[in-house]
């Protein structure tokens, strides 16, 4: 079995790929953008994993289902609800029904495995704990806002002082996560934004130690190429945690918890004149990671299922 610690948009790339091209994978979703909204509990990681495995991915857009409609939006707008945050119809038969489940007492868990059997999809998507917390990002005066009303609502446009995960402190990885980390021949850290995808997994309490332990097959394939995140705020982000938004940066942030990286061709003069030498438990690979078409998902997937 190998198992990819995945956010959503970059993440679900490298998901899809290994899908397609391995028989027996394990998703470990992020859940620290999860958040409520009219009333509905929504997992923007979740569901864009499950979407994109199943082909209902709008792809351009990176989120939601394709082809879908926005009827219930526009009518809560005319009633004076506040409409920053995009549930299409079809997409919000998902919130519905999960948070319907989750008030007759079903945890995330099981929720997540109801909705990857009714899309059809043989594989887990396991959320990395089914206790809520989230990532806020802090703006000046220290005033706190949930990831995705920071970057939807307000696109952006404050500057970002920090990121938390508010409440991690009460979650815990669920048992299927955890032994799916123990259990899995290799584990990889897809290509998502480090601090709000995979940082909010890493720092659950007790997953730094676990995974201590099962460095040696573990794999990250880094978002950066040539310095520069492949899309999204990553060195925004990054610089607001005080990491310097470049490889060197990366690759510190992991390198206690990681025995190979893998970095695009681009990078390899970089990596290995300037920045190897100071690494030497981790092993360097480079390839071609950008995944602009679904061949290219194919083909990093084959690379690693081939090398490791
Ligand atoms: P989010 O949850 O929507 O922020 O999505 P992720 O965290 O899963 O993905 C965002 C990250 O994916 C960004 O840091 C991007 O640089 C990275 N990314 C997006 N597309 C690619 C790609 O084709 N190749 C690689 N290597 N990274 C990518």
Redesign the pocket.
């Known amino acids: 079995m190998i198992t990819i610690l ?9 998901v899809r790929g290994m899908y397609r091209e391995s028989e027996n994978i394990t998703i470990i979703s ?1 859940v620290a ?1 999860n958040f409520w909204h009219y009333g509905l509990y929504v997992c ?2 979740i569901d ?1 994993i499950i979407y994109g495995l199943s082909n209902n991915l709008d792809k351009k857009k ?2 939601g289902v394709k082809r879908d409609s926005f009827n219930f939006l526009k009518y809560m707008a005319t009633l004076g609800t506040e409409k920053w945050f995009n549930l299409g119809d079809k997409d919000l038969t998902t919130h519905v029904l999960r948070t319907q489940l989750l008030k007759e007492g079903r945890n995330l868990t099981e929720i997540t495995k109801f909705f990857t059997e009714k899309y059809g999809l043989s594989v887990f998507v396991l959320p990395a704990s089914d206790t809520h917390y989230e990532s806020n990002i802090v703006t000046e005066g220290n005033k706190r806002i949930h990831l995705q009303e920071y970057w939807i609502k307000y696109q952006g446009s404050v500057p970002v002082c920090d990121i938390i995960y508010k409440d991690i402190e009460k979650a815990r990885v669920t048992l299927p996560a955890q032994e799916a980390l123990e259990e899995s021949k290799l584990i990889i850290f ?5 601090i ?3 940082g909010p997994i890493i720092s659950i309490p007790g997953m730094k130690n676990l995974l201590k332990k099962l460095k040696n097959k573990i794999v990250m ?5 040539s310095n520069k ?4 705020p ?1 060195e925004v982000y990054m610089k607001a945690k005080n990491i310097p938004p470049n490889l060197r940066g990366l690759i510190d942030f992991y390198s206690e918890i990681t025995s190979t990286m893998i970095f ?1 061709q681009l990078d390899k003069s970089e990596i290995e004149r300037k920045i190897k030498n100071d690494y030497p438990e981790i092993k360097f690979c480079y390839t071609d ?4 078409n679904l061949r ?1 998902e194919s083909l990093l997937a084959r690379y690693i299922i081939s090398n490791f």
């Open positions: 995945a956010g959503g948009t970059g993440s679900v790339k490298l992020n953008d923007p990681d864009t990176g989120w897809a290509p998502g934004n480090p709000t995808s995979i394939i880094s978002p950066l190429i995140a492949v899309s999204g990553c695009d990671i950008l995944m602009t290219k």
